[in-house]
Each structure stands twice: as C-alpha cells, then as structure tokens.
C-alpha cells in the first residue's frame, strides 16, 4: 500500500506539470484581453502600456516559468509562514500577481475560501446526510410510494439548473415572503445569536439549492448500490440464519453498499472547494466559483491559472484518497 | 389663539427637525450601495473601469469635479482657473491650481502641493501603465509654486487645460502613502491601492477585491457637518437585475448603478414601491459604424481590412446614406431602453453647445428615399429581393456585434428594414470581452472589423470632445503595422477633416469650440460613417428614504455622498 501511495504521488508530478501547461496554453491561445472591461476612452497607447505593465510584453515561455516558479515556491512559503505564524518561511521577492486586483492571488483565494467551505461544504455534508438514509429506504422498499417521490425528487434536483432553482427561490422566498435576504453578506461577524440568525436565514437559499443537487446524485448511487447487494446471496443467508430485519439491512447490505458511495463522495469532495461557479454568482456567496467566473471574464490569466492548478491538484489528490479508502474498505482489494 | 400658536410652534418644530438632525456627521446611520460590478481596486490610476473609478471616487477627490450638468466645480481647489482669473496663463500653456486652505488627509496630515505634484509623477512613469495617462498628455511639468499652489506647464497651448487633477479618473493621492509604489513597483503596494488614504467624505475600513467595500465617515473631511452618513457598504457583483430588485423591491439596498434592463423590468420593479429609478443622459451612442476598407476574406492579412483596399460597395456614399434611412431609431429607443434613451442623430450628443441641430432628418425612417438611393447607385432588386449591381455583385454584408440582448434585438430589427430595401445582413455576435479585446491575434476584434459595419457605444469622458473627435483623422486607423491598434474604426480619412479638427485644438472661446465640433459631428454624420442610433442614459436606482442623490454622468455617479441623507 505505501509504495503504491508513493508511485502515484510521484506519478503526479508530471500530471499536474502537464495540466499547469495545458491551462497555460489555453489561456494563452484562448480570445480575451485584460483591457476589455476598460471604458473605450481610454486610448490604445496607453492600453498597451497598462499591457506591458502586467508583464504581458514577455514571451510565453518566460511567463510560464516565472509563474511555476512562484507558485511551487513562493507561494507555498507565504502559505506555510501564515499557516505556522514562522516569519522566517516567507521568501521575499514578488508573488503571483492578479490583474484585476494588482494584489497577491493567493491572498485573495484565502479571503474567499471560508465562505466556500461554509456554503458549499454544508451542502455537501446536509446532501450526504440527506441521500443515504433515502437511498437506503427508498431501495429497500423498492417500487413503493417512498421510492417512487424520492426518484422524481431526485430526478428534478438533478435535471434543474442551479440558474433556474436560485431564482425561483429567491422569488418565492425573498420578494414574495420577505424570509430571507437575496444579497448575501460577506462582511457579517457572528458573535451574537441574533447574528448567528442572520447567518443562518442569508445561507438558508444556497445552502438549499447546492443540498438538492448534491442529495439527488448521491440518493441514486446508494439506492443502485444497496440493490445490487440486497439480491446477494450472502442477504439470504443472513436472513436464513434468523437474523432481524434491521441488521440484514443496516449491518450487512448496508456496509458493503457503502464501498462504492463512499468513493462517489471522496471524489466529489474536490467540487466542495471548486465552488459552485452558478450559485455563487446568483446569490452573490463571494467563494472561489465566483472568484472564477469573474477572473474568466475580466481575462485575469493568473488568477484563473493558479485556481485551475489548485483544483487540479484537489482533483488528484483526493482520486487517490478514493482509491485508498477503496482499498481500506474493501479487504478484497489490494494494490500491491 | 395660544393653542393655536401652539400648535404652529409644534408644526414648525416638526419641519424643522430633519434639518436639525442632518446638521451632524454620521446622523442617517448606515448606507447599502450596489453596484452589480464588483470593485477590484481602489486605485483610478491602474484601472480605468468604471466600477474603480467610481469606487475610488468616495475616497480620493481630485482638484474639479463636473456637476450634473457638466460645469466644473471646485473641489480640493479654491477656485476653477481661466485665463480671465488669470489661473490659465494667457498663451494657454500653464494652468496654476490652488488647493484650499487648511485640507487634512484622512489620516490627519495637511495636503500639500507636493502631492499634486507627486500625482502626476505617478501617473506620468513611464513604467507605471497609469490607466489615466491621456489626461497627462502634453505636461510637460507640474511645478510646485508653494504648499498650496502647482502650475501645470504644457508643451502645447491646451485651449482645455482640464486633463490633470480633474474628475474622479484624476484624483489626489497621498505622497506619503504612494512614494514607493511608482513605476514597475505600483503592483506591489496592495495596502495602498486597496486602502488609499484620501480626502472625500468617507475612508475605507475593509476592502474585499471583487466583493464588498466598508466605509466609515472620514473624521478630518473639511466640511464637519458632512457626510450624513456614518458607515458605508458598497457589495459589488452578481447582476443588473437582482441588483435592482435589492432596491426597488425587497429594499435590502439603498441605491443601485447603471441597470441596463429592458424598460418593462425595470418598470415592474418600481411597482415593489421601495425605491425609484434617476436617469440622465450623458455622450454615450449606441452607434453602427461603417467599414470604409474592404473587409472581403479574399485579400491577404496585410491588405485586409486596410487602407489600402477601399470598401467595394461602401465607398458609394448613397449605399451608406441607405443604411441610416432605412431605420426607424425611434422603435430602436422604445424597445431597448425606454425612458433611457433618446434617439440619436449625432455622434456628440451632448453638452448642448456641441450638440448639432443639423441631421434631425434622421429621426424619421424613409424607406422610400433608401430604395430611390439605391436605385440611383444602380443597385437593383433582383429575383430574391436582394438588390445587384450591373457586374452581378449582390448587395450581401456583414454586420457584427457584442453579444448583448439589447444589441441581438437591434440587429434584427435593422437586418428586417434593410431586407425591406434589398440589402441582405449577416448578422454575427462576439463575446464582449473578445469583441472589445484588442488581442491582434484575434480576428474577431471591433478593431480589426474584418465586417462591413459594427455597433457597439462610445463615449468621451469630460464635456470636451475634442480628442474623441480626434479618433477620425488620417493615419489612427487600426491596421497590421499598428498591431492593429488605433481609434479610426472607420478607418475614415478626410484632410479637411483633420485641418478643423487642428482648429478645434488651437481655440479656447467655448462657443468657437462648440461650432467647430459641430462641423466636425456634421462631417461625419453626413458622410454616414458613422450611423448614430441611441443615445444612451443611465438609470440608476435609490431607495425612497434616500434623499440627494444627483445623477451625474459626466464625473462619478457619487460625486455628492457627502450630502446623500436618510429621509422619512
């Protein structure tokens, strides 16, 4: 197992080097300018000195070194040094720069990431939650009337764009009921209960939409995973022996239908910092979805690169947790 | 009587305490702004959009601001130089501003002329990419006469000396604070450009790029009755709609910026009773304009689109003049921006003293006077109803766009009126951020306009049209050799042309200026290079219980917070 967990991370290396480029390159051959969102008055001289002044007068090659070079050292010791509150960590020099701010990206990503994990993560924790008793009951009672509205729940949170529910809710919630606010808060401290409540009523929409979808995908994988298992033999054995109702389901189909969900979850866990690029923007949650469709639109090279090149490395990383966790799970699995 | 009395005591006491309550800072508590953009930077000089420059304009003041109608009122400055106030010198080469007595920082430090002086220092490096640099063109030196007083040397007599130090794109900033943030270092200074230390009525207590700005009234702002205000939140993001409804409907916000909705959104929003739209038109036309160079993907790259192959069936001026009867501007402004446009003959719309009274005609659509037109250019209908001439060349162009709803819904209504009188219409439409990118790889760029027209708007900053005027003479046209950089869009080239716009650079007399650029409007407008549509105004949104606001286009929108207020 450890030197399988070894290969694999070194065989990441190369991969996410090989993405790094490919993004790059994307950006670079993709249409878009820096300069677009400037007011026409400006004339085209000084757009191109304002060009130059972000560095885009250098090669492609030079960039690209020089932008790896900050993120695989520079940045990490930023990181590192606010982590640990170790000043000596910090290597001293320029950082990877926006375009739109002029400030360190990774400053930026550190301000946006809490309100993603809070939003994003509680979806996917209240979805998880939510799909797997459904799953589980919805299976067992497979056909029944339980089954039947948990599927048409599920198929509806899956086949409605976050872009058509976030409105509709807003509707529904804020300008006709007046319940909760449509403009979500960021600047909120809460240290009172009364806070706390506002905290509460200004996720409630997001939080809600990103549970639906989240619930829909996860419902169905464990109702396909527990019904695969329930026709097993080993089901009917079980039940042979006299066992009740409660442990067939919950001890022995449950555990071995978990092994398949609980790769589905570890692989979605990536999405969790992604963001939800839609949601964010409809209810104005200023996580990294929204830091990314803004950095997309106003070209903002490095910062779309360096967040791409984060998810990446998210991406890969949890792949092998899932193909760990798979192999801790399932005794009949083994790597080496 | 005395009940009476009494009573009119009561009555008037009751007048009177609004007033009373506003006399002190900070009385109207706390104010919610949105602006559907979301502010990255808190600096006009390395951005020039207008989210930044707006934002920005809370907390940096420059020497003049325009007022709503476009005259210049003092600000940091005593007073506005002219040359009759002796401020301008009389060959019109130097300006000399001086800055009130007694001004502080927000930070409590006076404000001296060295940092006038230090202003255009940053924004004149070389190195530095200052967004605002046109305005600091031709200075040749900023001299600081005593703490209060600098004197702008120019190069060249500058009939309109206002570039440096006026308006919310040239504001002050602290010396102090900016020293080592010039040239290649300005990206460094993250502190600075998020928290600049101003002299407007507010400062910034937390700044979040692309998210929210708070603001508390700033302590040492001159005036110590002002800002009513005590704090400040300015959300950005998200988009016009929900921005509007914050306002109008669920009022979480107190004002909104710029909603670009259609006019029956917007109107079913007012019905949610919380707020009320402002509107006011500024130098912003919905425009066509017209290639004067053949953009045919038959000629190679270096010819293509240039000078050098003239527009084959454009360079009749009857075909052009068809294009423009041919539209009904009127039904344009009614279906895509209701009260917030007017439809337009003129490229300047607006001051009033350069606006031309001379294309009215245009107002009316006359198909009948585009077919004759047509006609007369020995275009004729053929069996498809598109129009070919006598060596079978059909009358077919193509017409791009910025992908906009508003746009798609205008290229289709004039693709439908030029079907009427035989002109077929490609319609195309390019991602804004592509379209108005001046990436020269791209061949899909408004400066390149590898099409036979393209619309979009242009404006000019300020109330002098002089350099905006300037985009049409000869040589600034885009091509290969200029990476295709330049403001020519028409690549439109006339020496008389170009001779009175040099007239319009050497006189000052305001309505001599204003004849002049009316001639130069005309010029183009009667070529029809320029097809003007909608002139367009922006709508803005406030909260019932705000009081004073001013819509200003020709500065910041929130150019007078010091005197916005709570009202009941």
Known sequence: MFTFTMRRLLLAIPTLLFIALVIFLLLELSPGDPMADMPLTIPPEVRQQMRLALGLGEAWYVRFYSWLYLFSVVEPSHVMANMTGLEWLRVEGPRIISFQTRSPVADIVAQRLPQTLWVVGLSYIFGILLAVPIGIYSAYRQYSWFDQAGTFVSMVGFSLPTFFTGPLLMLIFSIWLGWFPIIYDTTLVVDSFYDFGLQLRQMAMPVFVLTLYNAAQITRFMRASMLDNMTQDYVRTARAKGMTEKVVVLVHVLRNSLIPVVTVIALGIPTVFTGAIITEQVFRVNGLGALLITAIYASDIPMVLTLSVVFAILIVLFNLIADILYAVLDPRIRYD | ?568
């Open chain 2, 1 to 568: 009587m005395k009940r009476k009395i009494a009573l009119f005591g009561a009555a008037a006491a009751l007048a009177l305490m609004p007033l009373a309550a506003q006399a002190q800072r900070g009385s109207s508590g706390h104010l919610n702004i949105i602006y559907w953009q979301a502010p990255s930077i808190l600096n006009p000089f390395l951005s020039g959009g207008t989210k930044d420059v707006e934002s920005s304009s809370i907390v940096l003041e420059p020497m003049a601001r325009y007022d709503q109608d476009g005259m210049l009122v003092p600000y940091l400055a005593e007073s506005i130089p002219t040359v009759e106030n002796g401020g301008v010198s009389a060959d019109l080469m130097s300006i000399t501003w001086t800055l009130r007595e007694g001004l502080l920082w927000s930070d409590g430090t006076p404000v001296t002329s060295a940092d006038v002086a230090f202003t255009a220092e940053y924004c004149m490096h070389p190195e530095g990419g200052c967004a605002q640099a046109a305005r600091f063109a031709d200075v040749e030196s900023v001299e600081v006469v005593d703490a209060r007083t600098v004197t702008v040397h120019y190069s060249v007599p500058k009939p309109v000396p206002y570039g440096p130090f006026v308006s919310a794109q040239s504001p002050i900033i602290q010396r102090a604070q900016f020293e080592n943030c010039t040239g290649t270092r300005a990206p460094e200074c993250t502190e600075a450009n998020f928290y600049p230390i101003g002299t407007g009525a507010f400062r910034v207590v937390d700044f979040r790029p692309n998210d929210v700005i708070s603001f508390e009234a700033n302590p040492n702002y001159r005036d110590p009755a002002l800002p009513h205000f005590a704090t400040l939140t300015f959300k950005g993001g998200g988009d016009a709609a929900s921005a509007g409804r914050a306002v109008m409907e669920t009022g979480e916000m107190d004002y909104a910026w710029n909603l670009q909705l259609a006019p029956d959104v917007i109107a079913t929003m007012q019905q949610g009773g919380r707020g009320t739209t402002v509107s006011a038109f500024g130098t912003l036309v919905e425009r066509i304009e017209v290639n004067m160079t053949d953009p045919s993907a038959d000629l190679p790259p270096e010819t293509r689109s240039t000078r050098a192959a003239p527009h084959p069936i454009f360079s009749d001026i009857r075909v052009r003049e068809a294009l423009s009867r041919a539209i009904d501007r009127g039904l344009l402004t009614e279906i895509g921006y209701g009260p917030a446009g007017r439809p337009a003959c003129n490229i300047v719309p607006n001051p009033p003293v350069f606006a031309s009274e001379a294309n009215e005609n245009c107002q009316t659509q006359d198909m009948d006077r585009a077919r004759a037109l047509l006609d007369e250019a020995g275009w004729t209908v053929g069996a498809d109803g598109i129009r070919v001439n006598a060596e079978g060349r059909r009358l077919v162009i193509d017409y791009q766009t910025s992908t906009n709803a508003v746009r798609q819904d205008f290229q289709a209504l004039i693709q439908q009126w030029w079907r009427e009188i035989g002109i077929e219409a490609n319609l195309r439409n390019v991602n804004a951020s592509v379209f108005f990118g001046g990436d020269p790889g791209s061949p899909d760029t408004f400066q390149k306009f590898y099409a036979d027209v393209e619309m979009y708007a242009n404006n000019f900053a300020g109330t002098d049209p002089e350099q905006y005027l300037g985009a049409w003479r000869c040589g600034l046209e885009p091509r290969p050799e200029s990476q295709w950089q330049g403001e020519n869009i028409n690549r439109f080239c006339d020496p008389a042309y170009d001779a009175l716009h040099l007239q319009l650079a050497q006189t000052a007399d305001i309505n001599e200026r204003g004849a002049i650029a009316r001639q130069l409007n005309d010029i183009l407008v009667q070529n029809f290079v320029v097809i003007p549509l909608v002139d367009r105004g922006r709508v803005d949104a406030h909260a019932t219980t705000l009081g004073g606001v001013v819509l200003n286009v020709w500065d910041s929108g929130l150019w007078n917070i010091a005197d916005w207020h709570r009202v009941q």
